[in-house]
């Protein structure tokens, strides 16, 4: 059976997704898109409930797009076509790729668990590019559980999918208040590792706890004052030429691959 083809801005379902791209909505919807190869390659090996997969083979790049289509058919997932115009539409990219997904966003309850092993805490980051970042470096150092403490972005805004390069599917992720999380990791005996510019201790050689948690702050303010008062260590990242302070995701990759040298 031919599937079916959206060539209309006009469009009922186009404009729903166009719609997505306002944050108040996704959160209402409880869906997002995520748009791009690698993207779709990540989502469709998760258990996340994917509703359509909407395609545009002008914008094809290299030769596993069809591959990756017939992984999405296997699952039963609806596919769309759409024309170049109805796809830049819903794109978020200057060179689209051709793959957008929509699917249902999903977070755990972090009571529902008891972790172990590094834990990552995002502290009222910012900028979608760098939480999608810190996702896909935590993960490259085997950290596969995240935290955002008192979220501003929403882990699921599209431009967090794309920095992550779809990470994030496959991954353990939370969003709690702080004095939560706090209270969480003090009764799993968690070692609480903030990162602080003006701390007098250095992090080259630290070797963390089996179970620690890397408390990452904000791009503007850094770590909130509960984390600092919460913190078992406060460590800075030693620089030079006078730099003293670094972007929170080069920040987050220095910090977890000091760990990830001295880790047992």
Not at 45 to 65: A, K, V
Not at 196 to 202: L, T, Y
Request: proline share 3%.
């Amino acid at each position: 059976m031919k599937s079916k083809e959206i060539s209309s801005l006009a469009n009922p379902e186009l404009k729903f997704l166009i719609s997505l791209k306002k944050n108040k909505l996704r959160r209402q919807e409880q869906k997002s898109l995520a748009e791009g190869y690698r993207e779709n390659l990540q989502l469709i090996s998760s258990n996340f409930e994917i509703d359509t997969l909407y395609i545009c083979r002008e914008f094809f790049i290299g030769e596993n797009n069809q591959e990756l289509i017939e992984k999405f058919k296997n699952k039963n997932v609806r596919i769309v076509d759409l024309t170049s115009k109805a796809f830049k539409a819903i794109s978020y990219r200057d060179r689209p790729d051709g793959m957008i997904s929509l699917f249902k966003v999903k977070t755990q309850n972090i009571d529902s668990k008891d972790l172990s092993g590094p834990i990552l805490i995002a502290d009222s980051i910012e900028k979608p590019g760098n939480l999608g970042t810190m996702i896909r470096t935590a993960r490259s150092f085997d950290i596969t559980n995240i935290i955002s403490s008192d979220g501003v972005t929403d882990f699921f805004n599209p431009n967090v999918i794309r920095s992550s390069i779809g990470h994030i599917f496959n991954i353990n992720i939370f969003s709690e208040k702080s004095k939560k999380i706090i209270s969480y990791l003090q009764r799993l005996n968690y070692e609480i590792i903030s990162l602080d510019p003006d701390s007098a201790n250095s992090i080259k050689s630290y070797k963390p706890k089996k179970n620690y948690a890397l408390v990452i702050g904000s791009e503007q303010y850094g770590i909130s004052e509960i984390w600092k008062d919460n913190a078992s260590q406060i460590l800075k990242i030693d620089t030079e030429n006078k730099v003293d302070s670094l972007n929170a995701s080069g920040a987050a990759a220095i910090a977890m691959w000091e760990f990830y040298k001295n880790y047992e």
